[in-house]
């Protein structure tokens, strides 16, 4: 049923991912599947019924899916500023290298108000600068939502998905886009420097996941204490 807002707070957590299986067994082994599922940590909350009839996620509301969108939104403005601040630094490491000037790469971003003056621009400033990281800005908080969404509807390995979007804004960026609407750092940067850039934007936006994650206190399980075996209701369906 993917992401939903639950009906009351755990712990932490006001969202999780609902999910229905279905399966066939015999009653015996029941008690130990249940077990199973008092000692894994991502399971906050469970039930197992007698199937009867297909199970159909409900209708999200208006207001669930306001919510939805604007959580998405929240989480890719914090993944798209981190992926943002890494491919920049990187941007700026190589353009110091290639060009001798580190504000060099991020001021080509301006081509798309200045277009060829803004990739001759070697120093400081607003106009070229500020700018440009604007731009960037902009864009990686585009493609941070996007890849915000899609893990919301498969969560499973971030980092895989984190480098098939830098590889999609690639292409987006160098083969669909006009010219002055591409980020304009090749002009600073040389084609190695390129992949360093792009695989900083995915390592970004990977950082930025696990790092929530950590927050979050979802990180890998932790030993069980006797007291929480005891209580399975302090479990459930993440």
């Known amino acids: 049923w993917a992401l939903r807002q639950l009906a009351y707070q755990i712990a932490p957590r006001d969202t999780g991912y609902y999910v229905v299986a279905q399966f066939e067994a015999d009653t015996a082994v029941l008690p130990e599947y249940e077990r199973a599922l008092k000692l894994d940590e991502g399971v906050l909350r469970y039930l197992v019924t007698l199937h009867e009839n297909e199970v159909g996620a409900p209708p999200m509301t208006e207001e669930e899916l306001a919510a939805r969108r604007a959580r998405m939104l929240s989480i890719g403005l914090l993944s798209g500023a981190l992926a943002s601040v890494v491919s920049t630094l990187i ?20 081509q798309w108000v200045w277009d060829r003056p803004a990739r001759h621009a070697r120093g400081w400033s607003l106009r070229h600068t500020a700018l440009g990281y604007l731009v960037h800005h902009a864009s990686s908080v585009f493609w941070a939502t996007g890849y915000e969404a899609w893990y919301a509807r498969r969560p499973s390995r971030p980092l895989a998905k984190a480098a098939a979007v830098a590889a999609v804004a690639y292409v987006v960026d160098y083969h669909v886009v006009p010219r002055r609407l591409s980020p304009g750092f090749e002009h600073r940067v040389s084609p190695a420097g390129m992949v360093c850039v792009y695989a900083g934007f995915a390592l970004g936006l990977a950082l930025a996941h696990a790092l929530r994650r950590r927050a979050h206190g979802s990180g890998p399980p932790r030993p069980q204490h006797r007291a929480e075996l005891d209580q399975p209701w302090q479990h459930a369906q993440r």
């Open 91 to 110: 941007v700026s490491a190589w353009s110091r290298r290639i060009a001798g000037s580190i504000p060099a790469g991020t001021n080509a971003a301006s």
